[in-house]
């Protein structure tokens, strides 16, 4: 007989999630709601478990997903996540987003794993499915444990292999498996009322293996490099640079929305249009900069940036005080380390010089960023859709 756990009953769930993870740990599988979809988990430690939790599903060959705390944790299976993994890391989890990426690392942490659970979790190019879930159940459980839950959706597969329909309520658990599960944990309607969506990265290729909660225009947009160019007020140098480093990509990718490129200013206003030497510098060279609007630096420009390029080291220094945990995305424009002179107030030659200063720095940093900072879908398209098998996940 399934005993049910009924977490909307109580205001302190402790007693519910300390006995959750003592089965967990003594080697249970246990159903509980993730924001998608409600799923089986598995310590994955206990291969018994694991092994039982495959059974449960049905006749699918698809791999298992592993649930994990946090992007950090993550990172120690997978070592050395590529750009484009490490983007969608950043802007998707916690969420709703399973992320297919090699663990052949030689220090991945999957070696620590028994070799049957490896085997039930490991897929094509050494991949495996992991999930960070936005959900306060599973963050409290993964609280108490060290190893990772091996996590796969809590409905039946079909003898063609296929998933049958999801389940986003604990009725639907027990109209299927009651009895076979001794512990189901009942949180109401997930959040999503949706799968997670699935996605494949290897280097800089990334494919869609299902289109869930998050959408195929939404992904394509994630997937998406940002490059922030930063001086003082954004109404001189920084536009500039902005407006220069976005035609050498138009160049060197052949699209002009491949990457999204921004300028903001530390001390800036909103809404100032850039100086005019700036508008008739660029004008100079067939590129408008006359729709351009300053903008402070932020948190929502932070948080998705992937590499930020600075005028002069006191910007950075500014930067990195306000944001210490970007020390890795955040550089000088110049290579040197030093300053590009601001212009203001100077005439239009000067601006000409730091356009010509600034272009060169640019070109050096695209040489520098290398392929792997691009994202290449697997198709023309920019994914290809796969059977909902290929990645078992909640």
């Given at each position: 007989m399934t005993k049910v756990f009924d977490l909307r009953r109580t205001d302190d769930p402790r007693d519910f999630i300390?006995?959750?993870?003592?089965?967990?740990?003594?080697?249970?599988?246990?159903?509980?709601?993730?924001?998608?979809?409600?799923?089986?988990?598995?310590?994955?430690l206990t291969q018994a478990a694991v092994e039982k939790l495959f059974e449960m599903r049905g006749p699918s060959t698809a791999p298992l997903a592993i649930?994990?705390?946090?992007?950090?944790?993550?990172?120690?299976?997978y070592c050395e996540p590529s750009p484009v993994a490490r983007r969608l890391t950043h802007?998707?989890?916690?969420?709703?987003?399973?992320?297919?990426?090699?663990?052949?690392?030689?220090h991945s942490a999957i070696k620590q794993l028994p070799p049957g659970?490896?085997?039930?979790?490991?897929?094509?190019?050494?991949?495996?499915?992991?999930?960070?879930?936005?959900?306060?159940?599973l963050e409290a459980i993964h609280r108490f444990m060290a190893a990772p839950l091996v996590l796969a959706g809590a409905h039946r597969v079909g003898e063609n292999g296929r998933s049958g329909k999801s389940n986003f309520d604990a009725q639907g658990v027990l109209d299927q498996f009651g009895g076979?599960?001794?512990?189901?944990?009942?949180?109401?309607?997930?959040?999503?009322?949706?799968?997670?969506?699935?996605?494949?990265?290897?280097?800089?290729r990334w494919e869609l293996l299902r289109e869930g909660v998050i959408e195929r225009?939404?992904?394509?947009?994630?997937?998406?490099?940002?490059?922030?160019?930063?001086?003082?007020?954004?109404?001189?140098?920084?536009?500039?640079?902005?407006?220069?480093?976005?035609?050498?990509?138009?160049?060197?990718?052949?699209?002009?929305?491949?990457?999204?490129?921004?300028?903001?200013?530390?001390?800036?206003?909103?809404?100032?249009?850039?100086?005019?030497?700036?508008?008739?510098?660029?004008?100079?060279?067939?590129?408008?900069?006359?729709?351009?609007?300053?903008?402070?630096l932020g948190d929502e420009i932070m948080n998705v940036a992937d590499l930020v390029l600075t005028m002069t080291r006191a910007h950075r220094a500014a930067i990195l005080a306000a944001w210490p945990e970007m020390y890795d995305r955040v550089f000088t424009l110049r290579h040197d380390g030093g300053d590009?002179?601001?212009?203001?107030?100077?005439?239009?030659?000067t601006y000409r010089q730091c356009a010509d200063q600034m272009e060169n720095e640019l070109s050096a940093w695209l040489e520098k960023l290398g392929d792997d900072f691009f994202p290449t879908p697997a198709d023309a398209n920019g994914s290809t859709e796969s059977s909902d098998e290929d990645q078992e996940s909640a």
């Open positions: 300390h006995r959750t993870v003592q089965a967990l740990t003594e080697g249970q599988v246990v159903a509980l709601p993730t924001d998608t979809s409600y799923g089986f988990a598995a310590h994955a649930s994990v705390r946090s992007r950090q944790a993550a990172e120690d299976f802007r998707c989890w916690p969420g709703p987003l399973t992320i297919v990426t090699p663990c052949d690392h030689p659970v490896q085997d039930l979790i490991l897929g094509e190019h050494h991949g495996v499915g992991f999930r960070v879930v936005d959900h306060r159940i076979e599960v001794p512990l189901l944990l009942d949180d109401g309607q997930t959040r999503y009322g949706g799968v997670s969506t699935v996605a494949r990265v290897i280097g800089s225009a939404a992904m394509n947009q994630f997937v998406k490099p940002v490059i922030v160019l930063v001086c003082t007020g954004n109404t001189c140098r920084s536009p500039m640079a902005e407006t220069l480093m976005r035609e050498q990509l138009r160049k060197k990718l052949g699209r002009e929305d491949a990457v999204r490129v921004l300028s903001a200013g530390v001390a800036a206003s909103n809404g100032s249009c850039a100086s005019p030497q700036s508008i008739e510098v660029m004008g100079e060279r067939s590129l408008d900069l006359t729709g351009h609007a300053s903008q402070p590009i002179t601001d212009p203001i107030g100077m005439p239009v030659e």
